[in-house]
């Protein structure tokens, strides 16, 4: 019998090129659970392709420093590392909604074990009431410092004592409740936002009447898979707590949903983000994760046959681009998964005039926008072909060479990740990793394991 192992989604999303991996980011989290047994033992971490500045997860930019492809890494990613896993049904939960906006939640231990409530008091805001009682909120930031502090501690134990395998620390960051990992793989740098999170099972009942709705991907996936679980992220509403307020995430469910989006849309998606990723970024308004939730209410309002056109990018970038503006103008951008909550009602009428007076000078010209944004990705990957030409001319032979360096980073699991996903694009690729042995990686691929 095997012991369980953490089980890690990595996902490909369409139009966004695969890359490689290294163990030594899914080790940490073990090592850090081993530090002091808060986390989960056999924990489920989800990983996206790109980083949390390119808006896979619904989370707050403006606290996070700027970081360059190119300059300061090659290829990003976002893992979703639950510190608290609520899949047993037995296991009653308190989401606390009665100071949050919508979309948001307090999340109170109250009905949990003694063990549990001892494990993480230190992470939570203690509430006395008048009738004596005590209650235990789960408090996002709390829980985000005592994150950084316990990987800086698992980052500098592995940096004393290397080991075979694992990848170089080239930067360790806190960005509000993030942690930015930058690792050495190989000639390759990897960008790695670390997400402490809440993961439950199910489907929250604030979100059950988007279920009644008809849906494109209707007959497509089942709603099986796309109800499947939900995340409680550390971002809080715009006039919420900061101390105790988590954000409702589904990005579980839109890793599914992505596979019923076609390529052109897609690219066109990705056309449009490269063009308002740098342009509507300050001051903040409008953010990568609103445009997704763009496209996806476009594809529940258009028709089929029209989304499936495969000559049809250039149509749907326009398209984008006019939804966006409607949104920005209107101050009104719904969550795809609770609609009763406006992600834009917030900004302020300078903020929408700036920011509409910029999309108008797109839409006018959207073609030069998208050829600057093309050369500025040109130019990050000449600088990061660069950057590797340098480093292999002074690199120090691979493990896989005869009198290699046992210390310098081993890239084979990396280059095997990126072959599975080139090979399977859609599809879910899982890696089971024993902390204990991050040399057998073990794969699977849906449902079938090699």
Same mark, same amino acid.
């Given at each position: /019998?095997?012991?369980?192992?953490?089980?890690?989604?990595?996902?490909?999303?369409?139009?966004?090129?695969?890359?490689?991996?290294?163990?030594?980011?899914?080790?940490?989290?073990?090592?850090?659970?081993?530090?002091?047994?808060?986390?989960? !033992?056999?924990?489920?971490?989800?990983?996206?392709?790109?980083?949390?500045?390119?808006?896979?997860?619904?989370?707050?930019?403006?606290?996070?420093?700027?970081?360059?492809?190119?300059?300061?890494?090659? +290829?990003?990613?976002?893992?979703? !590392?639950?510190? #608290?896993?609520? @899949?047993?049904?037995?296991?009653?939960?308190?989401?606390?909604?009665?100071?949050?906006?919508?979309?948001?939640?307090?999340?109170?231990?109250?009905?949990?074990?003694?063990?549990?409530?001892?494990?993480?008091?230190?992470?939570?805001?203690?509430?006395?009431?008048?009738?004596?009682?005590?209650?235990?909120?789960?408090?996002?930031?709390?829980?985000?410092?005592?994150?950084?502090?316990?990987?800086?501690?698992?980052?500098?134990?592995?940096?004393?004592?290397? $080991?075979?395998?694992?990848?170089?620390?080239?930067?360790?960051? =806190?960005?509000?409740?993030?942690?930015?990992?930058?690792?050495?793989?190989?000639?390759?740098? +990897?960008?790695?936002?670390?997400?402490?999170?809440?993961?439950?099972?199910?489907?929250?009942?604030?979100?059950?009447? *988007?279920? +009644?709705?008809? @849906?494109? *991907?209707?007959?497509?996936?089942?709603?099986?898979?796309?109800?499947?679980?939900?995340? #409680?992220?550390?971002?809080?509403?715009?006039?919420?707590?900061?101390?105790?307020? &988590?954000?409702?995430?589904?990005?579980?469910?839109?890793?599914?949903?992505? =596979?019923?989006?076609?390529?052109?849309? +897609?690219?066109?998606?990705?056309?449009?983000?490269?063009?308002?990723?740098?342009?509507?970024?300050?001051? =903040?308004?409008?953010?990568?994760?609103?445009?997704?939730?763009? /496209?996806? &209410?476009?594809?529940?309002?258009?028709?089929?046959?029209?989304?499936?056109?495969?000559?049809?990018?250039?149509?749907?970038?326009?398209?984008?681009?006019?939804?966006?503006?409607?949104?920005? !103008?209107?101050?009104?951008?719904?969550?795809?998964?609770?609609?009763?909550?406006?992600?834009?009602?917030?900004?302020?009428?300078?903020?929408?005039?700036?920011?509409?007076?910029?999309?108008?000078?797109?839409?006018?010209?959207?073609?030069?926008?998208?050829?600057?944004?093309?050369?500025?990705?040109?130019?990050?990957?000449?600088?990061?072909?660069?950057?590797?030409?340098?480093?292999?001319?002074?690199?120090?032979?691979?493990? $896989?060479?005869?009198?290699?360096?046992?210390?310098?980073?081993?890239?084979?699991?990396?280059?095997? #990740?990126?072959?599975?996903?080139?090979?399977?694009?859609?599809?879910?690729?899982?890696?089971?990793?024993?902390?204990?042995? !991050?040399?057998?990686? @073990?794969?699977?691929?849906?449902?079938?394991?090699?």
């Amino acid at each position: /019998m095997h012991l369980p192992l953490p089980r890690v989604h990595a996902t490909r999303t369409s139009a966004e090129e695969p890359g490689p991996m290294g163990c030594g980011s899914f080790k940490t989290p073990g090592m850090v659970q081993k530090l002091d047994q808060k986390l989960p !033992v056999a924990n489920e971490y989800l990983l996206l392709s790109g980083g949390v500045r390119e808006g896979v997860v619904d989370l707050d930019l403006d606290e996070l420093n700027v970081y360059a492809r190119g300059t300061d890494y090659d +290829m990003d990613f976002t893992l979703l !590392v639950p510190a #608290l896993k609520l @899949h047993d049904r037995n296991q009653p939960v308190t989401l606390d909604m009665r100071h949050s906006a919508l979309c948001h939640s307090w999340l109170s231990l109250r009905l949990f074990d003694e063990g549990t409530i001892s494990k993480w008091k230190d992470c939570c805001s203690i509430v006395d009431h008048i009738n004596g009682a005590t209650n235990y909120f789960f408090s996002p930031t709390k829980v985000a410092d005592w994150f950084y502090d316990s990987i800086s501690i698992v980052l500098s134990e592995i940096q004393k004592k290397p $080991q075979r395998g694992m990848p170089k620390v080239e930067k360790v960051e =806190k960005n509000g409740t993030i942690i930015s990992i930058i690792l050495g793989v190989g000639s390759s740098r +990897m960008l790695y936002d670390i997400v402490p999170v809440v993961s439950f099972k199910g489907w929250p009942a604030v979100a059950q009447s *988007w279920l +009644m709705e008809n @849906h494109f *991907w209707d007959g497509k996936i089942t709603e099986e898979e796309v109800i499947s679980g939900f995340y #409680l992220v550390p971002a809080c509403s715009y006039k919420g707590k900061k101390d105790n307020e &988590w954000r409702l995430s589904f990005a579980r469910s839109e890793v599914q949903l992505k =596979k019923c989006i076609s390529s052109s849309l +897609m690219q066109a998606y990705q056309a449009c983000k490269a063009i308002i990723i740098k342009l509507l970024s300050r001051p =903040k308004a409008i953010s990568p994760y609103h445009l997704r939730s763009m /496209m996806l &209410w476009a594809c529940d309002r258009l028709p089929a046959n029209y989304l499936a056109q495969e000559d049809y990018a250039a149509h749907f970038l326009l398209g984008l681009i006019d939804d966006l503006q409607h949104c920005l !103008v209107n101050k009104m951008c719904p969550n795809y998964f609770i609609p009763q909550c406006n992600m834009l009602e917030h900004l302020s009428e300078e903020t929408v005039i700036l920011h509409a007076r910029k999309l108008s000078s797109v839409r006018s010209d959207p073609a030069e926008h998208l050829r600057t944004a093309i050369e500025h990705v040109k130019a990050a990957n000449r600088l990061t072909l660069e950057l590797q030409r340098r480093g292999s001319t002074t690199s120090i032979p691979s493990p $896989q060479s005869e009198g290699g360096d046992p210390n310098q980073p081993d890239d084979r699991l990396a280059k095997k #990740l990126q072959q599975l996903v080139t090979e399977n694009p859609g599809k879910s690729i899982s890696v089971f990793i024993n902390p204990d042995d !991050v040399t057998r990686p @073990h794969f699977r691929i849906d449902d079938k394991f090699f």
